[in-house]
């Protein structure tokens, strides 16, 4: 039958659970099961999608609640195993920020290819114990290694640089939070540019042949201080790609859905709690991936391409953070504005009513894959980001916000100038 015949069939059958049974079914679909579900006030599960399969993370029960990934699935991605294999395959491989989301989601997918050895780097040092736990367990064949270090540490980083001397580097570390960050421009320099100035610069000297750095498409028109210290973390390895022996490159992609401190998270607690869900503005709309998605995209570009490359992900469809509200509440059981409320909050100081992926200047090119778009690189004076960074570096010990922020955006004024010249 077809999706309409839901509401007939339940009636007719008095039928007491339906059980989404599609793993490649699109989230449109997903969508259109659930509202007839609820309009037929039936009860409704599913089976794992093909991410969940291909990621390995189903549970001794597959049969779940449908949940707000399931309404975003995309047609799964078709990946190159091939070239992936390639440049991964029986290489020491090291992923910074390893116990991040995104970072802990790569360390997944890349052990699936069976590196040589994979390096799980964080200054967090429960969130590496959790990741090299469970890639231990899950992938005994892999030699894992947790190294508890801090991009911002360049003895301690180049110490690991030169006792492991990995192939391959998945920068991942990185502060992303935008209101914590406004408040706090010095950690965006330390973490965010130093951090990534070292990491950089210490796969220069000792001769790496891969670095795929991930950035955020608050780094495109930045309007905060998390956006701006990422374009400049941009500039950096754009600048290094010029004469290193390296390949530098670049993957840019939005928000991820369930990563740590995302909105997703929030909105699931404030249900539990029994609202209101605060939304900042009912037009606001952000762009949406699921981990295992992102994921295997980066390791993806980073087999496309040569060095200097900027990758943007295809990340579809802008999502309205109304509509997640409205959707993660009735997957809950309640009804909108009904049994749990929804409260605009107003923007807050550093976001956007939307993102957008690139500049109007960058414009993008095709790729070998269909969901990767190659973006025009920038010509970067190293000479005069150095002296920039410099200059923020002293500022930040000495925690001068204010100037911190000037110097931000007098960085980012003449870098647009020079772009749109």
Same mark, same amino acid.
Request: glycine share 6%.
């Given at each position: 039958?077809?999706?309409?015949?839901?509401?007939?069939?339940?009636?007719?059958?008095?039928?007491?659970?339906?059980?989404?049974?599609?793993?490649?079914?699109?989230?449109?679909?997903?969508?259109?099961?659930?509202?007839?579900?609820?309009?037929?006030?039936?009860?409704?599960?599913?089976?794992?999608?093909?991410?969940?399969?291909?990621?390995?993370?189903?549970?001794?029960?597959?049969?779940?609640?449908?949940?707000?990934?399931?309404?975003?699935?995309?047609?799964?991605?078709?990946?190159?195993?091939?070239?992936?294999?390639?440049?991964?395959?029986?290489?020491?491989?090291?992923?910074?920020?390893?116990?991040?989301?995104?970072?802990?989601?790569?360390?997944?997918?890349?052990?699936?290819?069976?590196?040589?050895?994979?390096?799980?780097?964080?200054?967090?040092?429960?969130?590496?114990?959790?990741?090299?736990?469970?890639?231990?367990?899950?992938?005994?064949?892999?030699?894992?290694?947790?190294?508890?270090?801090?991009?911002?540490?360049?003895?301690?980083?180049?110490?690991?640089?030169?006792?492991?001397?990995?192939?391959?580097?998945?920068?991942?570390?990185?502060?992303?939070?935008?209101?914590?960050?406004?408040?706090?421009?010095?950690?965006?320099?330390?973490?965010?540019?130093?951090?990534?100035?070292?990491?950089?610069?210490?796969?220069?000297?000792?001769?790496?042949?891969?670095?795929?750095?991930?950035?955020?498409?608050?780094?495109?028109?930045?309007?905060?201080?998390?956006?701006?210290?990422?374009?400049?973390?941009?500039?950096?390895?754009?600048?290094?790609?010029?004469?290193?022996?390296?390949?530098?490159?670049?993957?840019?992609?939005?928000?991820?859905?369930?990563? $740590?401190?995302?909105? +997703?998270?929030? =909105?699931? !607690?404030?249900? /539990? *709690?029994?609202?209101?869900?605060?939304?900042?503005?009912?037009?606001?709309?952000?762009?949406?991936?699921?981990?295992?998605?992102?994921?295997?995209?980066?390791?993806?570009?980073?087999?496309?391409?040569?060095?200097?490359?900027?990758?943007?992900?295809?990340?579809?469809?802008?999502?309205?953070?109304?509509?997640?509200?409205?959707?993660?509440?009735?997957?809950?059981?309640?009804?909108?504005?009904?049994?749990?409320?929804?409260?605009?909050?107003?923007?807050?100081?550093?976001?956007?009513?939307?993102?957008?992926?690139?500049?109007?200047?960058?414009?993008?090119?095709?790729?070998?894959?269909?969901?990767?778009?190659?973006?025009?690189?920038?010509?970067?004076?190293?000479?005069?980001?150095?002296?920039?960074?410099?200059?923020?570096?002293?500022?930040?010990?000495?925690?001068? $916000?204010?100037?911190? +922020?000037?110097? =931000?955006? !007098?960085?980012? /004024? *003449?870098?647009?100038?020079?772009?749109?010249?």
């Amino acid at each position: 039958g077809k999706i309409i015949d839901i509401t007939s069939v339940v009636k007719q059958l008095m039928i007491d659970l339906v059980i989404i049974c599609i793993p490649s079914a699109s989230g449109n679909v997903i969508r259109s099961i659930a509202a007839q579900c609820e309009g037929s006030n039936v009860e409704y599960k599913i089976v794992p999608g093909v991410f969940e399969i291909l990621g390995e993370t189903v549970n001794v029960s597959p049969i779940r609640n449908v949940d707000v990934e399931d309404l975003l699935r995309r047609p799964p991605i078709t990946i190159n195993s091939k070239k992936i294999l390639a440049y991964l395959s029986n290489n020491v491989v090291l992923i910074t920020g390893a116990g991040g989301s995104i970072g802990s989601e790569l360390c997944r997918q890349i052990c699936k290819i069976r590196p040589k050895q994979i390096l799980l780097l964080g200054h967090g040092e429960n969130s590496i114990y959790q990741i090299n736990r469970e890639l231990k367990a899950s992938y005994p064949q892999v030699q894992i290694e947790p190294i508890i270090c801090s991009v911002v540490d360049n003895v301690k980083l180049n110490y690991v640089m030169k006792a492991y001397q990995p192939n391959v580097v998945f920068h991942a570390a990185a502060y992303k939070h935008v209101p914590l960050m406004q408040d706090f421009p010095e950690e965006c320099v330390k973490n965010n540019i130093i951090g990534t100035l070292n990491v950089v610069a210490a796969a220069d000297k000792y001769g790496i042949k891969k670095f795929v750095s991930i950035s955020t498409d608050k780094a495109v028109n930045c309007v905060n201080n998390m956006g701006i210290s990422k374009r400049i973390a941009e500039m950096i390895v754009q600048a290094y790609s010029r004469t290193s022996r390296t390949e530098f490159m670049i993957v840019r992609f939005g928000n991820v859905l369930g990563s $740590r401190g995302s909105v +997703v998270p929030l =909105f699931k !607690e404030q249900i /539990a *709690k029994g609202g209101p869900v605060t939304v900042t503005h009912p037009e606001m709309t952000r762009f949406f991936m699921t981990m295992p998605e992102a994921a295997q995209l980066v390791v993806q570009a980073g087999s496309l391409g040569k060095s200097g490359d900027v990758f943007v992900l295809d990340m579809g469809e802008p999502v309205k953070m109304l509509d997640m509200a409205e959707d993660l509440i009735r997957l809950s059981g309640f009804e909108p504005y009904v049994d749990i409320p929804i409260e605009f909050i107003g923007i807050r100081p550093g976001e956007k009513l939307y993102e957008e992926l690139l500049t109007a200047q960058e414009g993008t090119v095709a790729t070998k894959h269909e969901r990767i778009f190659q973006i025009r690189a920038e010509d970067i004076d190293m000479g005069i980001l150095i002296k920039n960074i410099e200059e923020l570096k002293k500022l930040a010990i000495s925690v001068k $916000r204010e100037e911190i +922020v000037e110097k =931000f955006w !007098e960085i980012l /004024a *003449k870098h647009q100038k020079k772009a749109g010249e």
